[in-house]
């Protein structure tokens, strides 16, 4: 089959390298390596030098930091999207907005065909692909890591090398790792040894509880419509925002997770994260939905927080049925807005103080004085009536 042109979702890595140059040797046509910045601290000088080494015709980064946060992270906050109650969901959540540029990027050039470095094995070959799809069912897929020959590592690095491709003379590290502004996953190598605790030396945006401030720090986040727009008073974008938590969260030793999950495929892998900023963004907007969210509202969006999750972890972002259910997220939203007051603490969360112009919570109702509105007397005919079809079934 013919091909006119490539874009593939380059991250500068090893595998994304002999990628890049198997497929000129393969379809010999011009191939186009697109970066994604999410966050993660690369240089991108010396990802462009090694991608044109490799023979990219072009190299395009684009800088999608500030759509990642608000578009993506921030609505996993507004969902409480927490996949089998562990998993924030930090890569699942990058895949479908790296493809959906990497369609602009096809369309801008011209090219018909997307390519990715998602192994055979993982969730993300199946979001990358399924986003592609939606959004343009016309371009050709191509990915490598189930076409080619390679069986593993040992045959890339022998690739490389014969191909001149840089390989990192530094050891690389025993595991694989991926990372963005909102979290680091690490998964692979050493880490399949469940008995094996996590080296402490991997660790990149955290410290350990242990050897985090014996003195607790107490921040404020602000929320507006169920997004936080505020530290300590402060205004600040959704990029700073999230940098500036993950600094506060890290240094705290907060949000780290070590798991095993249920992948799409199949298989159960175990994974580690470091989503510091998300820990304590999840852990606030809770306790704001606490005091904003009607009981019945709160309830139907609990049921629906697995479904939310899988689709997200699944790669189902642009399917009618997530979009739809984004819809209602962001109905519940519309006054989750206040300040909640956090106390910092050896990698733990506490919430210290709640306060919202939207607040359900009366506490001249709450409280035992007897105001209007509530009469305990009501009480009597209301439990009545509730144990009226318990005393039935008992006596029959
Ligand atoms: N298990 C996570 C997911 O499926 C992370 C996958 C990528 N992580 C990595 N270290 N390569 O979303």
């Not at 096809?106 to 018909?112: G, I, L, Q, S, T």
């Not at 070959?125 to 050709?140: G, I, N």
């Not at 990149?204 to 997004?227: C, L, N, Q, R, W």
Request: charged letters at 30%; a neutral charge; aromatic letters at 10%.
């Amino acid at each position: 089959m013919r091909l006119k042109k490539i874009v593939l979702a380059y991250s500068g890595g090893l595998d994304t390298s002999v990628i890049l140059k198997w497929l000129i040797e393969k379809y010999q046509c011009p191939v186009i390596a697109f970066c994604a910045d999410l966050g993660q601290k690369e240089n991108w000088d010396e990802i462009k030098e090694k991608g044109i080494k490799c023979g990219a015709e072009k190299i395009i980064i684009r800088d999608l930091r500030e759509e990642f946060v608000k578009d993506y992270v921030y609505f996993a906050i507004k969902a409480g999207a927490i996949y089998e109650n562990w998993y924030m969901l930090g890569t699942a959540l990058a895949r479908p907005l790296i493809a959906k540029e990497q369609v602009k990027i096809a369309r801008d050039e011209e090219a018909d065909a997307l390519a990715h470095g998602a192994t055979g094995k993982g969730n993300d070959q199946v979001r990358f692909e399924l986003t592609y799809t939606a959004l343009a069912p016309d371009l050709k897929i191509i990915a490598p890591w189930r076409e080619w020959e390679f069986k593993g590592r040992t045959d890339l690095i022998e690739y490389a090398k014969k191909q001149g491709i840089p390989v990192p003379v530094t050891l690389e590290k025993p595991y694989s790792i991926d990372a963005n502004l909102f979290h680091i996953s690490y998964e692979g190598g050493i880490l399949e040894d469940l008995w094996q605790e996590p080296p402490e030396d991997m660790f990149i945006m955290t410290v350990s509880p242990e050897k985090a401030p014996d003195k607790p720090e107490y921040i404020e986040i602000e929320f507006e419509k169920g997004e936080p727009v505020s530290i300590n008073g402060e205004k600040l974008n959704p990029v700073e925002l999230l940098s500036k938590l993950n600094e506060i969260g890290g240094k705290h030793g907060i949000g780290r997770v070590d798991m095993v999950e249920n992948r799409f495929v199949g298989l159960k892998s175990r994974g580690i994260y470091e989503t510091p900023g998300g820990t304590i963004l999840h852990i606030a907007h809770r306790a704001l939905e606490q005091i904003t969210l009607d009981r019945e509202v709160m309830r139907i969006k609990d049921t629906l927080m697995p479904k939310v999750s899988e689709l997200i972890y699944y790669g189902f972002w642009y399917s009618p049925e997530f979009q739809s259910l984004k819809n209602f997220i962001e109905k519940t939203q519309e006054k989750v807005s206040g300040i909640i007051r956090l106390k910092l603490y050896k990698g733990n969360v506490f919430v210290a103080g709640r306060k919202s112009p939207y607040s359900l919570y009366k506490k001249e109702l709450a409280s035992f004085d007897e105001k209007e509105g509530y009469n305990p007397k009501d009480a009597e005919g209301f439990i009545r009536l509730q144990g009226l079809r318990l005393k039935i079934y008992n006596i029959s």
